[in-house]
């Protein structure tokens, strides 16, 4: 099983700034395997970006993946209100799926 | 509209059962694989079963093998989830998921969920 390690648990910033988050694989992973989901209060997860780069249907460009090998960033490049939220990634390149544990992107 | 809604959640003691259900509409079912996602109080998201199309592939978490079992009918456009010897550990929100393969496709589209708890 692939454990995926999140970092930061929690970013503290402002509207308008660049959020950098972190997702660090046991081993090295497939990039096509990877994916990044934003869940806010109450409300199910929402795929973003699938393939570690590829942007889901209607995602804004704002938000961009990328890396490979065992370490994968997504990048939100000017913080909207509404993307205060907490992030996964995920592995779903075998069986089983894993998650990370999370980053919560939080208003300064 | 594509949609999945899941039902069947509620309380229930330890030991008991119940049986979660996914009804989708707005997409091709049979053309998707599909899964469990559960996410405990407060905590992170946990996969817990997934099904091909076909239901010729069937995974499951570690954590539940041996107590859950995932089905579907392709003609009712429902996934199931039957939950046996629930203990309080399995006490989540349970979302379903769709997911354009069964093991290396990300998931694109999920219901609202539906809690259980567990529960003496």
């Known amino acids: 099983e692939i454990v995926l390690t999140q970092s930061p648990g929690t970013l503290s910033l402002s509207p308008g700034e660049r959020a950098t988050l972190s997702c660090r694989a046991s081993?090295?992973?497939?990039?096509?395997?990877l994916g990044w989901y934003q869940q806010k209060p109450g409300q199910a997860p929402r795929l973003l970006i699938y393939?570690?780069?590829s942007r889901a249907t209607g995602i804004p460009d704002r938000f961009s993946g990328s890396g490979s090998g065992t370490d994968f960033t997504l990048t939100i490049s000017r913080l909207e209100p509404e993307d205060f939220a907490v992030y996964y990634c995920?592995?779903?390149?075998?069986?089983?799926?894993?998650f990370g544990q999370g980053t919560k992107v939080e208003i300064k | 509209e594509v949609q999945l809604v899941e039902s069947g959640g509620g309380l229930v003691q330890p030991g008991r059962s119940l049986r979660l259900s996914c009804a989708a509409s707005?997409?091709?079912?049979?053309?998707?694989?599909m899964h469990w996602v559960r996410q405990g109080p407060g905590k992170g998201l946990e996969w817990v079963s997934g099904?091909?199309?076909?239901?010729?592939?069937?995974g499951y978490a570690d954590s539940v093998k041996g107590r859950f079992t995932i089905s579907r009918d392709n003609a009712k456009n429902s996934l199931y989830l039957q939950m046996n010897s629930l203990r309080a550990e399995d006490t989540a929100f349970y979302y379903c998921?769709?997911?354009?393969?069964?093991?290396?496709?990300?998931?694109?589209?999920w219901g609202q969920g539906t809690m259980v708890t567990v529960s003496s």
């Open positions: 998921a769709r997911s354009g393969c069964y093991s290396d496709c990300a998931f694109d589209i």
């Open positions: 393939g570690a780069s």
């Open positions: 099904i091909s199309w076909r239901s010729d592939n069937i």
């Open positions: 081993q090295s992973i497939t990039t096509i395997y």
């Open positions: 995920q592995h779903y390149g075998n069986s089983p799926p894993t």
């Open positions: 707005g997409f091709a079912f049979d053309d998707y694989a």
